[in-house]
Protein backbone atom coordinates (compact mmCIF):
# COMPACT_ATOMS: atom_id res chain seq x y z
CA UNK A 1 0.00 0.00 0.00
CA UNK A 2 1.38 3.49 -0.73
CA UNK A 3 0.60 6.92 1.18
CA UNK A 4 1.22 9.99 0.74
CA UNK A 5 3.01 9.91 4.52
CA UNK A 6 4.11 7.31 7.07
CA UNK A 7 4.24 8.10 10.65
CA UNK A 8 5.86 5.84 12.98
CA UNK A 9 4.93 6.21 16.65
CA UNK A 10 1.29 7.30 17.98
CA UNK A 11 2.61 9.41 21.16
CA UNK A 12 2.35 13.44 21.08
CA UNK A 13 4.14 13.53 17.85
CA UNK A 14 2.64 10.78 15.73
CA UNK A 15 -0.81 12.07 16.91
CA UNK A 16 -0.30 15.30 15.89
CA UNK A 17 1.49 15.05 13.12
CA UNK A 18 -1.04 12.93 11.97
CA UNK A 19 -4.03 15.37 12.40
CA UNK A 20 -1.59 18.11 10.63
CA UNK A 21 -0.56 16.39 7.59
CA UNK A 22 -4.68 14.57 7.39
CA UNK A 23 -6.51 17.00 8.28
CA UNK A 24 -4.57 20.20 7.00
CA UNK A 25 -2.47 19.17 4.07
CA UNK A 26 -5.70 16.76 3.10
CA UNK A 27 -3.05 13.72 2.70
CA UNK A 28 -3.39 9.95 2.92
CA UNK A 29 -1.62 8.86 6.13
CA UNK A 30 -1.33 6.08 8.27
CA UNK A 31 0.51 5.64 11.63
CA UNK A 32 2.37 2.77 12.72
CA UNK A 33 2.88 1.77 15.68
CA UNK A 34 4.66 -0.67 18.02
CA UNK A 35 2.52 -0.69 21.45
CA UNK A 36 -1.02 -1.81 21.81
CA UNK A 37 -2.65 1.82 22.24
CA UNK A 38 -1.51 5.38 22.20
CA UNK A 39 0.83 6.88 24.22
CA UNK A 40 4.14 6.22 23.27
CA UNK A 41 6.28 6.66 26.22
CA UNK A 42 3.24 6.73 28.64
CA UNK A 43 1.89 3.28 26.62
CA UNK A 44 5.42 1.55 28.14
CA UNK A 45 6.34 3.11 31.13
CA UNK A 46 3.81 2.28 33.68
CA UNK A 47 5.85 1.40 36.12
CA UNK A 48 5.07 2.12 39.97
CA UNK A 49 5.20 6.00 40.56
CA UNK A 50 5.02 6.84 36.68
CA UNK A 51 4.56 10.70 37.07
CA UNK A 52 5.73 13.44 34.23
CA UNK A 53 7.82 16.23 35.46
CA UNK A 54 6.11 18.64 33.61
CA UNK A 55 3.05 20.49 35.30
CA UNK A 56 -0.26 19.63 33.93
CA UNK A 57 -1.12 23.48 32.57
CA UNK A 58 1.57 22.70 30.33
CA UNK A 59 2.56 19.10 29.66
CA UNK A 60 -0.31 19.50 26.70
CA UNK A 61 -1.05 20.85 23.21
CA UNK A 62 -1.42 24.21 22.59
CA UNK A 63 -2.52 24.59 18.96
CA UNK A 64 -6.19 24.30 19.61
CA UNK A 65 -7.66 26.30 22.50
CA UNK A 66 -10.95 24.11 22.85
CA UNK A 67 -8.85 21.10 22.87
CA UNK A 68 -7.09 22.53 26.12
CA UNK A 69 -10.19 24.15 27.75
CA UNK A 70 -12.58 21.19 27.75
CA UNK A 71 -9.92 19.04 29.61
CA UNK A 72 -9.10 18.94 33.32
CA UNK A 73 -5.77 17.85 35.01
CA UNK A 74 -6.32 16.39 38.25
CA UNK A 75 -2.91 16.54 39.86
CA UNK A 76 -0.13 19.15 39.36
CA UNK A 77 1.95 16.90 37.81
CA UNK A 78 -0.15 14.30 35.12
CA UNK A 79 0.41 10.73 36.35
CA UNK A 80 1.29 8.21 33.40
CA UNK A 81 -2.81 6.70 33.39
CA UNK A 82 -3.98 10.31 33.11
CA UNK A 83 -1.34 11.01 30.31
CA UNK A 84 -2.78 8.06 28.19
CA UNK A 85 -6.42 9.19 29.05
CA UNK A 86 -5.36 12.99 27.65
CA UNK A 87 -3.99 11.24 24.33
CA UNK A 88 -6.94 9.17 24.19
CA UNK A 89 -9.32 12.51 24.48
CA UNK A 90 -7.27 13.87 21.76
CA UNK A 91 -7.56 10.77 19.29
CA UNK A 92 -11.38 10.68 19.90
CA UNK A 93 -11.87 14.46 19.37
CA UNK A 94 -10.09 14.98 16.26
CA UNK A 95 -11.03 11.17 15.15
CA UNK A 96 -7.22 9.96 15.13
CA UNK A 97 -7.35 6.58 15.61
CA UNK A 98 -8.98 5.21 12.40
CA UNK A 99 -5.15 5.99 11.10
CA UNK A 100 -3.22 4.55 13.43
CA UNK A 101 -2.20 0.93 13.26
CA UNK A 102 -1.38 -0.50 16.67
CA UNK A 103 1.48 -3.55 18.06
CA UNK A 104 2.99 -3.24 14.74
CA UNK A 105 6.77 -2.40 14.48
CA UNK A 106 8.57 -1.09 11.57
CA UNK A 107 11.78 -3.22 11.74
CA UNK A 108 13.33 -1.56 8.53
CA UNK A 109 12.75 1.64 6.01
CA UNK A 110 14.83 2.11 3.26
CA UNK A 111 14.76 4.84 0.06
CA UNK A 112 14.28 4.25 -3.09
CA UNK A 113 15.53 6.96 -4.70
CA UNK A 114 14.14 6.27 -8.85
CA UNK A 115 10.90 5.94 -7.45
CA UNK A 116 11.49 8.69 -4.96
CA UNK A 117 9.62 5.93 -2.63
CA UNK A 118 10.14 5.15 1.36
CA UNK A 119 9.26 1.45 1.93
CA UNK A 120 9.10 0.06 5.49
CA UNK A 121 9.05 -3.17 6.41
CA UNK A 122 6.98 -4.53 9.54
CA UNK A 123 7.41 -7.39 12.26
CA UNK A 124 4.84 -8.98 10.84
CA UNK A 125 6.56 -8.70 7.11
CA UNK A 126 4.47 -6.24 5.57
CA UNK A 127 5.29 -3.68 3.32
CA UNK A 128 3.98 -0.36 2.96
CA UNK A 129 5.66 2.77 0.90
CA UNK A 130 5.42 6.78 1.01
CA UNK A 131 6.66 9.79 -0.42
CA UNK A 132 7.57 11.06 3.15
CA UNK A 133 8.78 9.03 6.18
CA UNK A 134 8.08 10.83 9.68
CA UNK A 135 9.94 8.92 13.27
CA UNK A 136 7.32 10.34 15.91
CA UNK A 137 9.90 7.63 18.17
CA UNK A 138 10.17 9.16 21.07
CA UNK A 139 14.02 9.93 22.79
CA UNK A 140 13.15 7.80 25.80
CA UNK A 141 11.40 4.63 24.11
CA UNK A 142 14.40 2.01 23.47
CA UNK A 143 14.71 0.57 27.11
CA UNK A 144 18.50 -0.09 28.15
CA UNK A 145 18.70 -3.82 29.86
CA UNK A 146 22.17 -3.49 31.30
CA UNK A 147 24.10 -6.73 30.68
CA UNK A 148 25.12 -8.44 34.12
CA UNK A 149 26.36 -11.70 34.17
CA UNK A 150 23.94 -13.93 35.40
CA UNK A 151 20.89 -12.46 34.67
CA UNK A 152 19.33 -15.87 32.71
CA UNK A 153 20.14 -17.65 35.98
CA UNK A 154 17.42 -15.32 38.05
CA UNK A 155 14.70 -17.84 39.00
CA UNK A 156 12.62 -14.47 40.20
CA UNK A 157 10.86 -12.33 38.10
CA UNK A 158 12.15 -8.93 36.31
CA UNK A 159 10.78 -5.62 34.58
CA UNK A 160 12.42 -3.10 33.21
CA UNK A 161 10.54 0.32 34.05
CA UNK A 162 10.30 0.89 30.37
CA UNK A 163 8.29 -2.10 29.05
CA UNK A 164 6.16 -2.35 32.39
CA UNK A 165 3.49 -5.21 31.92
CA UNK A 166 0.14 -3.83 30.98
CA UNK A 167 -1.76 -5.66 34.48
CA UNK A 168 1.34 -3.85 36.90
CA UNK A 169 2.97 -5.93 39.50
CA UNK A 170 2.41 -7.21 42.64
CA UNK A 171 5.35 -6.02 45.09
CA UNK A 172 3.15 -7.49 48.55
CA UNK A 173 4.98 -9.52 50.52
CA UNK A 174 8.34 -9.82 47.81
CA UNK A 175 11.85 -8.45 48.62
CA UNK A 176 12.72 -6.24 45.91
CA UNK A 177 15.94 -5.26 44.45
CA UNK A 178 15.80 -1.79 41.91
CA UNK A 179 19.15 -1.10 40.41
CA UNK A 180 18.81 2.59 38.86
CA UNK A 181 18.14 5.95 40.76
CA UNK A 182 17.68 8.51 38.24
CA UNK A 183 14.18 10.09 37.08
CA UNK A 184 12.43 6.76 37.04
CA UNK A 185 13.74 4.84 40.20
CA UNK A 186 13.74 8.35 42.28
CA UNK A 187 9.58 7.98 41.58
CA UNK A 188 9.18 4.06 41.75
CA UNK A 189 11.08 3.17 44.95
CA UNK A 190 8.69 5.23 47.11
CA UNK A 191 5.60 3.59 45.55
CA UNK A 192 7.43 0.08 45.57
CA UNK A 193 8.71 0.49 48.92
CA UNK A 194 4.74 1.38 50.62
CA UNK A 195 3.99 -2.89 49.52
CA UNK A 196 6.89 -4.48 49.23
CA UNK A 197 8.69 -7.27 52.17
CA UNK A 198 11.60 -5.19 51.22
CA UNK A 199 13.34 -3.16 48.58
CA UNK A 200 17.01 -2.72 48.37
CA UNK A 201 18.11 -0.10 45.92
CA UNK A 202 21.42 -0.37 43.72
CA UNK A 203 22.42 3.09 43.39
CA UNK A 204 26.00 3.64 40.92
CA UNK A 205 25.87 7.22 40.53
CA UNK A 206 24.17 9.52 43.64
CA UNK A 207 21.19 11.83 42.56
CA UNK A 208 20.22 15.54 42.94
CA UNK A 209 16.54 15.56 43.45
CA UNK A 210 13.71 18.17 44.48
CA UNK A 211 10.43 17.67 46.08
CA UNK A 212 7.60 17.61 43.22
CA UNK A 213 5.30 18.77 45.59
CA UNK A 214 2.36 17.14 43.83
CA UNK A 215 -0.91 17.73 44.89
CA UNK A 216 -4.43 17.67 43.88
CA UNK A 217 -5.85 20.76 41.16
CA UNK A 218 -8.41 22.74 42.22
CA UNK A 219 -11.54 23.64 40.05
CA UNK A 220 -10.60 27.55 40.67
CA UNK A 221 -7.01 26.45 39.35
CA UNK A 222 -8.26 25.02 36.13
CA UNK A 223 -10.71 27.52 35.98
CA UNK A 224 -7.00 29.97 35.93
CA UNK A 225 -5.72 27.51 32.87
CA UNK A 226 -8.94 27.46 30.76
CA UNK A 227 -8.65 31.48 31.05
CA UNK A 228 -4.49 31.73 30.83
CA UNK A 229 -4.43 29.88 27.39
CA UNK A 230 -2.88 32.49 25.00
CA UNK A 231 -0.86 33.73 27.84
CA UNK A 232 0.58 29.92 28.80
CA UNK A 233 1.20 29.70 25.29
CA UNK A 234 3.43 32.28 24.65
CA UNK A 235 4.95 31.83 27.84
CA UNK A 236 5.62 28.04 26.98
CA UNK A 237 7.08 29.17 23.25
CA UNK A 238 9.28 31.89 24.50
CA UNK A 239 11.03 30.33 27.52
CA UNK A 240 14.08 28.34 26.78
CA UNK A 241 12.98 24.95 27.91
CA UNK A 242 9.29 25.13 27.20
CA UNK A 243 7.68 25.64 30.62
CA UNK A 244 5.88 28.28 31.52
CA UNK A 245 7.95 29.68 34.63
CA UNK A 246 11.18 31.83 33.67
CA UNK A 247 14.72 31.58 35.20
CA UNK A 248 14.86 34.67 37.02
CA UNK A 249 17.39 37.51 36.11
CA UNK A 250 20.07 37.61 38.64
CA UNK A 251 23.03 36.02 39.14
CA UNK A 252 24.02 33.72 42.70
CA UNK A 253 26.93 36.88 43.34
CA UNK A 254 24.18 39.81 43.09
CA UNK A 255 22.74 38.43 46.36
CA UNK A 256 24.24 38.10 49.94
CA UNK A 257 24.64 33.99 51.12
CA UNK A 258 21.38 34.96 53.38
CA UNK A 259 19.06 36.05 50.55
CA UNK A 260 20.42 33.19 48.70
CA UNK A 261 19.30 30.72 51.37
CA UNK A 262 16.17 32.54 51.50
CA UNK A 263 15.46 31.93 47.90
CA UNK A 264 16.57 28.39 47.81
CA UNK A 265 14.30 27.44 50.82
CA UNK A 266 11.09 28.91 48.93
CA UNK A 267 12.00 27.40 45.83
CA UNK A 268 12.41 23.55 47.76
CA UNK A 269 9.08 24.57 49.52
CA UNK A 270 6.96 25.27 46.58
CA UNK A 271 8.97 22.32 44.51
CA UNK A 272 9.03 21.29 40.83
CA UNK A 273 11.62 21.99 38.44
CA UNK A 274 11.57 25.73 38.46
CA UNK A 275 14.16 24.98 41.59
CA UNK A 276 16.82 25.26 38.79
CA UNK A 277 15.62 28.53 38.05
CA UNK A 278 15.89 31.04 40.57
CA UNK A 279 18.77 32.06 39.24
CA UNK A 280 20.60 32.76 35.86
CA UNK A 281 24.10 31.31 35.94
CA UNK A 282 23.23 28.10 37.89
CA UNK A 283 23.89 26.05 34.67
CA UNK A 284 26.99 28.23 33.44
CA UNK A 285 29.10 29.11 36.25
CA UNK A 286 30.75 26.72 38.92
CA UNK A 287 30.81 27.88 41.66
CA UNK A 288 27.00 29.27 41.82
CA UNK A 289 25.59 25.91 41.09
CA UNK A 290 28.29 24.79 43.79
CA UNK A 291 26.07 26.79 46.18
CA UNK A 292 22.17 24.84 44.90
CA UNK A 293 24.15 21.75 44.88
CA UNK A 294 25.41 22.15 48.64
CA UNK A 295 21.89 23.36 49.45
CA UNK A 296 20.37 20.13 47.84
CA UNK A 297 22.99 18.03 49.60
CA UNK A 298 22.06 19.61 52.86
CA UNK A 299 18.52 18.62 52.56
CA UNK A 300 19.22 15.05 51.91
CA UNK A 301 21.69 15.03 55.11
CA UNK A 302 18.46 16.49 56.61
CA UNK A 303 15.62 14.13 55.70
CA UNK A 304 17.88 10.63 55.88
CA UNK A 305 18.08 10.03 59.54
CA UNK A 306 20.75 6.97 59.19
CA UNK A 307 24.38 8.61 58.32
CA UNK A 308 25.60 6.01 56.29
CA UNK A 309 22.94 6.33 54.06
CA UNK A 310 23.06 9.63 53.99
CA UNK A 311 26.58 10.28 53.17
CA UNK A 312 25.76 7.51 50.03
CA UNK A 313 23.09 9.48 48.61
CA UNK A 314 24.38 13.15 49.34
CA UNK A 315 27.75 11.74 47.50
CA UNK A 316 26.95 13.71 44.11
CA UNK A 317 29.93 13.92 41.60
CA UNK A 318 28.01 15.75 39.06
CA UNK A 319 26.87 19.50 39.34
CA UNK A 320 23.64 20.10 40.07
CA UNK A 321 20.99 19.75 36.95
CA UNK A 322 24.04 18.40 34.69
CA UNK A 323 22.13 15.01 34.46
CA UNK A 324 18.78 15.42 34.43
CA UNK A 325 17.51 16.72 37.32
CA UNK A 326 14.98 14.69 38.79
CA UNK A 327 11.75 15.72 41.17
CA UNK A 328 10.57 13.51 43.63
CA UNK A 329 7.52 12.27 46.02
CA UNK A 330 9.25 10.91 49.53
CA UNK A 331 12.51 9.54 47.40
CA UNK A 332 15.05 10.04 50.09
CA UNK A 333 12.42 9.90 53.41
CA UNK A 334 11.74 6.29 51.92
CA UNK A 335 15.63 5.29 53.43
CA UNK A 336 14.04 5.81 56.50
CA UNK A 337 11.77 2.99 56.25
CA UNK A 338 12.86 -0.32 57.92
CA UNK A 339 11.89 -1.67 54.96
CA UNK A 340 14.38 -0.32 52.95
CA UNK A 341 18.06 -0.40 52.35
CA UNK A 342 20.96 1.17 49.79
CA UNK A 343 23.54 -0.28 48.55
CA UNK A 344 26.47 1.94 47.43
CA UNK A 345 27.24 0.38 43.76
CA UNK A 346 30.56 2.46 43.84
CA UNK A 347 31.88 0.85 47.17
CA UNK A 348 30.60 -2.69 46.68
CA UNK A 349 29.84 -3.15 42.93
CA UNK A 350 27.69 -6.07 41.50
CA UNK A 351 29.79 -8.97 41.23
CA UNK A 352 26.69 -11.03 39.18
CA UNK A 353 22.63 -11.67 39.17
CA UNK A 354 22.37 -15.37 40.74
CA UNK A 355 19.64 -17.26 40.73
CA UNK A 356 17.85 -16.10 43.68
CA UNK A 357 19.27 -12.31 44.09
CA UNK A 358 22.24 -10.06 43.26
CA UNK A 359 26.16 -10.71 44.59
CA UNK A 360 28.01 -7.78 45.38
CA UNK A 361 31.60 -7.57 46.22
CA UNK A 362 31.10 -7.72 49.65
CA UNK A 363 27.16 -9.44 49.95
CA UNK A 364 24.14 -11.59 49.01
CA UNK A 365 21.10 -10.27 48.41
CA UNK A 366 18.45 -12.52 47.96
CA UNK A 367 15.62 -11.22 46.22
CA UNK A 368 12.10 -12.09 44.59
CA UNK A 369 11.80 -9.47 42.04
CA UNK A 370 14.49 -7.19 40.07
CA UNK A 371 13.69 -4.00 38.74
CA UNK A 372 15.71 -2.31 36.33
CA UNK A 373 15.04 1.36 36.60
CA UNK A 374 18.07 1.94 34.20
CA UNK A 375 16.97 4.19 31.46
CA UNK A 376 17.16 4.22 27.66
CA UNK A 377 19.18 4.15 24.89
CA UNK A 378 18.47 7.74 24.35
CA UNK A 379 17.32 9.81 21.12
CA UNK A 380 19.36 7.83 18.95
CA UNK A 381 18.33 4.29 19.55
CA UNK A 382 14.80 4.01 18.61
CA UNK A 383 16.04 5.25 15.27
CA UNK A 384 18.88 3.10 14.83
CA UNK A 385 16.83 0.09 15.82
CA UNK A 386 14.39 0.75 12.48
CA UNK A 387 17.10 -0.09 10.16
CA UNK A 388 16.81 2.96 8.22
CA UNK A 389 18.52 3.08 4.62
CA UNK A 390 19.31 6.14 2.99
CA UNK A 391 20.11 6.97 -0.64
CA UNK A 392 22.30 3.98 -2.53
CA UNK A 393 21.38 1.97 0.35
CA UNK A 394 24.11 3.76 2.84
CA UNK A 395 22.70 2.46 6.67
CA UNK A 396 22.02 5.15 8.94
CA UNK A 397 23.71 2.98 12.04
CA UNK A 398 27.25 3.18 10.00
CA UNK A 399 27.07 7.18 9.11
CA UNK A 400 26.28 7.71 12.73
CA UNK A 401 28.98 5.30 14.32
CA UNK A 402 30.76 8.18 15.22
CA UNK A 403 27.66 10.06 16.92
CA UNK A 404 24.14 11.28 15.34
CA UNK A 405 24.91 13.82 12.20
CA UNK A 406 21.34 16.07 11.42
CA UNK A 407 20.74 19.44 10.75
CA UNK A 408 18.64 21.04 13.29
CA UNK A 409 17.67 17.45 14.26
CA UNK A 410 15.21 17.25 11.83
CA UNK A 411 16.42 15.86 8.41
CA UNK A 412 19.97 13.88 7.97
CA UNK A 413 22.06 14.21 4.39
CA UNK A 414 21.44 10.91 2.58
CA UNK A 415 17.48 10.52 3.16
CA UNK A 416 15.58 12.58 1.40
CA UNK A 417 12.14 13.29 2.39
CA UNK A 418 12.79 11.97 5.93
CA UNK A 419 11.85 14.06 9.04
CA UNK A 420 13.14 12.91 12.73
CA UNK A 421 10.13 14.88 15.36
CA UNK A 422 12.83 15.91 17.91
CA UNK A 423 15.80 13.84 16.86
CA UNK A 424 19.48 13.98 17.73
CA UNK A 425 20.11 17.77 17.40
CA UNK A 426 17.14 19.50 18.65
CA UNK A 427 16.18 20.50 22.19
CA UNK A 428 13.98 17.60 22.72
CA UNK A 429 14.75 16.39 26.31
CA UNK A 430 15.84 19.34 27.62
CA UNK A 431 12.79 20.76 27.02
CA UNK A 432 9.34 20.40 28.00
CA UNK A 433 8.73 17.97 25.52
CA UNK A 434 5.01 18.86 24.39
CA UNK A 435 5.87 22.66 23.08
CA UNK A 436 9.14 21.11 21.06
CA UNK A 437 7.03 18.80 19.26
CA UNK A 438 4.34 20.84 18.57
CA UNK A 439 7.01 23.21 16.83
CA UNK A 440 8.82 19.99 15.19
CA UNK A 441 5.10 19.36 13.78
CA UNK A 442 4.56 22.71 12.75
CA UNK A 443 7.62 22.89 11.01
CA UNK A 444 7.54 19.63 9.16
CA UNK A 445 4.14 20.10 7.66
CA UNK A 446 4.69 23.79 6.71
CA UNK A 447 7.51 22.44 4.86
CA UNK A 448 6.03 19.27 3.22
CA UNK A 449 2.62 22.25 2.24
CA UNK A 450 5.78 24.56 0.29
CA UNK A 451 7.26 21.26 -1.44
CA UNK A 452 4.12 20.84 -2.45
CA UNK A 453 2.93 24.38 -3.29
CA UNK A 454 6.48 24.78 -5.44
CA UNK A 455 6.32 21.14 -6.81
CA UNK A 456 9.38 20.26 -4.77
CA UNK A 457 10.52 16.38 -5.06
CA UNK A 458 12.20 16.05 -2.26
CA UNK A 459 14.23 17.95 0.80
CA UNK A 460 17.18 16.67 2.21
CA UNK A 461 19.70 18.11 4.85
CA UNK A 462 22.90 19.44 3.00
CA UNK A 463 26.09 17.71 4.33
CA UNK A 464 27.57 21.48 4.84
CA UNK A 465 24.63 22.20 7.12
CA UNK A 466 24.94 19.52 9.19
CA UNK A 467 28.43 19.71 10.07
CA UNK A 468 28.13 23.60 11.01
CA UNK A 469 25.08 22.57 13.01
CA UNK A 470 26.74 19.27 14.33
CA UNK A 471 29.66 22.19 15.50
CA UNK A 472 27.55 23.96 16.86
CA UNK A 473 25.30 21.83 19.24
CA UNK A 474 28.88 20.89 20.45
CA UNK A 475 29.85 24.26 21.45
CA UNK A 476 26.44 25.01 22.82
CA UNK A 477 26.79 22.45 25.34
CA UNK A 478 30.28 23.45 26.24
CA UNK A 479 29.04 26.87 27.16
CA UNK A 480 26.78 24.85 30.10
CA UNK A 481 27.80 22.92 33.13
CA UNK A 482 25.87 19.96 31.27
CA UNK A 483 29.32 19.78 29.53
CA UNK A 484 31.13 18.49 33.07
CA UNK A 485 28.61 15.26 33.28
CA UNK A 486 30.26 13.15 30.60
CA UNK A 487 28.81 9.74 32.28
CA UNK A 488 25.47 11.21 31.41
CA UNK A 489 22.57 9.68 28.76
CA UNK A 490 22.95 13.26 27.00
CA UNK A 491 26.27 12.40 25.66
CA UNK A 492 25.26 8.42 25.36
CA UNK A 493 27.71 7.54 28.49
CA UNK A 494 25.11 5.09 29.84
CA UNK A 495 24.68 2.83 26.84
CA UNK A 496 27.92 0.57 26.63
CA UNK A 497 29.63 1.16 23.59
CA UNK A 498 27.71 4.26 22.41
CA UNK A 499 29.10 7.12 20.29
CA UNK A 500 30.02 10.00 23.26
CA UNK A 501 28.59 12.87 21.83
CA UNK A 502 26.34 15.62 23.54
CA UNK A 503 23.20 15.05 21.65
CA UNK A 504 20.15 17.65 22.58
CA UNK A 505 20.50 20.88 21.30
CA UNK A 506 21.26 23.27 24.58
CA UNK A 507 20.62 26.51 23.15
CA UNK A 508 17.39 27.14 24.32
CA UNK A 509 13.92 26.19 22.14
CA UNK A 510 13.20 30.23 21.85
CA UNK A 511 16.19 30.71 20.04
CA UNK A 512 15.64 27.20 18.09
CA UNK A 513 12.57 28.05 17.19
CA UNK A 514 13.89 31.28 15.51
CA UNK A 515 16.28 29.74 13.72
CA UNK A 516 13.92 27.11 12.65
CA UNK A 517 11.80 29.81 11.21
CA UNK A 518 14.44 31.58 10.15
CA UNK A 519 15.93 28.82 7.65
CA UNK A 520 12.80 28.07 5.80
CA UNK A 521 11.74 32.00 5.33
CA UNK A 522 15.21 31.83 3.57
CA UNK A 523 13.98 29.30 1.31
CA UNK A 524 15.20 26.09 3.57
CA UNK A 525 18.56 27.70 3.82
CA UNK A 526 20.61 24.13 4.63
CA UNK A 527 18.47 21.94 2.71
CA UNK A 528 19.02 20.31 -0.86
CA UNK A 529 15.72 21.11 -2.61
CA UNK A 530 15.32 18.80 -5.78
CA UNK A 531 13.00 21.38 -7.57
CA UNK A 532 12.88 19.26 -10.60
CA UNK A 533 10.36 16.32 -10.48
CA UNK A 534 6.15 17.08 -9.91
CA UNK A 535 5.31 16.34 -6.65
CA UNK A 536 3.42 12.53 -6.28
CA UNK A 537 1.37 13.07 -3.35
CA UNK A 538 -2.49 11.87 -3.85
CA UNK A 539 -3.99 14.32 -1.23
CA UNK A 540 -6.40 17.05 -1.74
CA UNK A 541 -4.98 20.76 -1.94
CA UNK A 542 -4.05 22.42 1.13
CA UNK A 543 -6.57 23.66 3.96
CA UNK A 544 -6.86 25.51 6.60
CA UNK A 545 -5.87 23.92 10.40
CA UNK A 546 -9.74 23.34 11.10
CA UNK A 547 -10.87 24.30 14.64
CA UNK A 548 -11.73 21.12 17.17
P1 LIG B 1 18.46 7.38 33.67
O1 LIG B 1 18.34 8.79 34.03
O2 LIG B 1 19.37 6.99 32.55
O3 LIG B 1 18.86 6.59 34.99
C1 LIG B 1 19.27 5.25 34.92
C2 LIG B 1 19.81 4.83 36.25
O4 LIG B 1 20.24 3.47 36.15
C3 LIG B 1 21.02 5.64 36.68
O5 LIG B 1 20.99 5.76 38.07
C4 LIG B 1 22.17 4.75 36.23
O6 LIG B 1 23.36 4.96 36.91
C5 LIG B 1 21.61 3.38 36.53
N1 LIG B 1 22.26 2.33 35.78
C6 LIG B 1 22.29 2.16 34.44
N2 LIG B 1 23.00 1.07 34.13
C7 LIG B 1 23.43 0.54 35.30
C8 LIG B 1 24.21 -0.58 35.64
N3 LIG B 1 24.71 -1.37 34.70
N4 LIG B 1 24.47 -0.83 36.94
C9 LIG B 1 23.97 -0.01 37.88
N5 LIG B 1 23.22 1.07 37.63
C10 LIG B 1 22.96 1.35 36.35
O7 LIG B 1 17.04 6.75 33.28
P2 LIG B 1 15.62 7.07 33.89
O8 LIG B 1 14.68 6.06 33.34
O9 LIG B 1 15.70 7.23 35.34
O10 LIG B 1 15.27 8.48 33.33
C11 LIG B 1 15.26 8.70 31.93
C12 LIG B 1 14.49 9.92 31.61
O11 LIG B 1 13.11 9.64 31.60
C13 LIG B 1 14.57 11.02 32.60
O12 LIG B 1 15.72 11.74 32.53
C14 LIG B 1 13.37 11.84 32.26
O13 LIG B 1 13.64 12.65 31.14
C15 LIG B 1 12.37 10.81 31.92
P3 LIG B 1 24.45 6.02 36.33
O14 LIG B 1 23.87 7.36 36.65
O15 LIG B 1 24.54 5.77 34.85
O16 LIG B 1 25.68 5.70 37.05
Known amino acids: MHFDALIVGAGFAGLYQLHCLRDRLGLTVRVLEAGGDLGGTWYWNRYPGARCDSESHVYRYFFSRELSAEWQSSERYPGASEIRAYLDYVARKL?????????????????????????????????????????????????????IPGLHDFQGKWYHTGQWPRDGVDFSGKRVGQIGTGSTGIQSAPVIAQTAAHLTVFQRTANYSVPARNAPLTAEFNRWVRESFDELREATRSTINGHAFRIAERNVADVSPEER??????????????????????????????????????????????????ADLADIDHPYAAKRPPIDTDYFETFNRPNVSLVNLRKDPIERITADGIRTKTAEHKLDLIVFATGFDALTGPLLRMNIRGRSGRLLREDWKAGPRTYLGLQMPGYPNLFTITGPGSPSVLTN????????????????????????????????????WGEHVQECARATLLWDAKHSWYFGANVPGKPQVFMPYSGGLARYRRTCEGVAARDYEGFVLDREGASEFSGAAATALPGV
Open 95 to 147: DLRRDIQFGTRVVAASYAEGANRWTIETDSGARMSATWLVTAVGCLSAANVPD
Open 261 to 310: EEIYRAAWAKGGLQFRATFRDVMTNRAANQTMAEFVKARIRDVVSNPEAA
Open 433 to 468: MPVAIEQHVEWITDCIAHMREHGIRTIEASEEATRT
